[in-house]
């Protein structure tokens, strides 16, 4: 398979503290690319350096043969480039509809109208209704995303991603803080959305993570120490010896 997304010899440093160690790796069409490590091993900062939010000292960031390394996270999220994060990022003041119908708006190239409700427009309204259909929340569409539970609001994130009609998207924890049942329903979602588009995701929900990938990158002090199958990862003896006894599913 062709790759989607290339990254080559991407360093970033914090003053000495040196993040991200000539990181190298590909994303592939239609999988989910998984990206492990214990905490602080630098796998938001590299999310960041990908998406344009954080800018490399050295390296390039390839996506779909292009180089984007100098593109701004705008620029990148135009091209394509979707993600969400560890913490949620919706207009809790409005109504899950029209946080979507809003992304919409974003993605047809219109600004923002915060004074006049988007998902009055029918033709947005719409468009934000089919995507919280595809993610399980069309029944909670009038709730104020602020009211929502903390899985619906995960569930409200992908959706706004979505909205923008990603060609990748990069997804940070998108487990973080629910419970068995949400996690469950997540990783369903995430099943399906791979066939719209393939997934870079950093989780540290191991049982998650080798449900969902195809294969799996694994970063420690900012260096990846093994790429393989779930499978070659199971069965590395560095992956193990890395995570300090950290669980890796069986």
């Known amino acids: 398979m062709s790759a989607v997304l290339e990254l080559i ?4 440093a914090y003053g000495a503290l040196q993040v991200t160690r000539d990181v190298s790796l590909e994303v592939r069409a239609g999988e989910v690319h998984a990206l492990i490590g214990p905490n602080g091993a630098g796998k938001t900062t590299l999310i960041g350096q990908i998406s344009g939010a954080l800018r490399p000292e050295s390296g390039r ?26 913490i949620t990022q919706i207009l809790p003041e409005f109504t899950a509809l029209e946080n ?4 919409v708006q974003a993605h047809q190239g219109h600004s923002f109208r915060f004074f006049r409700a988007a998902a009055r427009d029918t033709r947005l309204n719409d468009a934000a209704m089919a995507v919280l259909a595809e993610v399980g929340l069309a029944e909670r569409a009038r709730v104020l995303a602020g009211a929502l539970s903390h899985g619906e609001r995960r569930s409200l994130e992908l959706a706004l991603a979505l909205a923008l009609q990603p060609k990748l998207l990069l997804l940070d924890e998108p487990m973080a803080g629910t419970g068995p049942a949400e996690t469950e329903h997540l990783v369903a979602l995430l099943k399906q959305v791979k066939q719209r588009c393939p997934l870079l995701l950093v989780e540290h929900d191991m049982a998650a993570v080798f449900e969902l990938a195809d294969r799996i990158s694994v970063l420690v002090y900012g260096e990846i120490i093994a790429t393989g199958t779930p499978e070659e990862i199971r069965a590395n003896a560095d992956v193990r010896a890395a995570y300090l006894g950290e669980e890796i599913p069986a």
Request: glycine share 12%.
């Open 9 to 12: 010899g991407l360093n970033k």
């Open 61 to 86: 960031v390839r996506f779909e043969g292009r180089d984007v390394s100098a593109l701004t996270l705008a620029e990148r999220a135009r091209a394509g480039l979707g993600r969400t994060f560890q």
């Open 100 to 103: 979507v119908a809003l992304a």
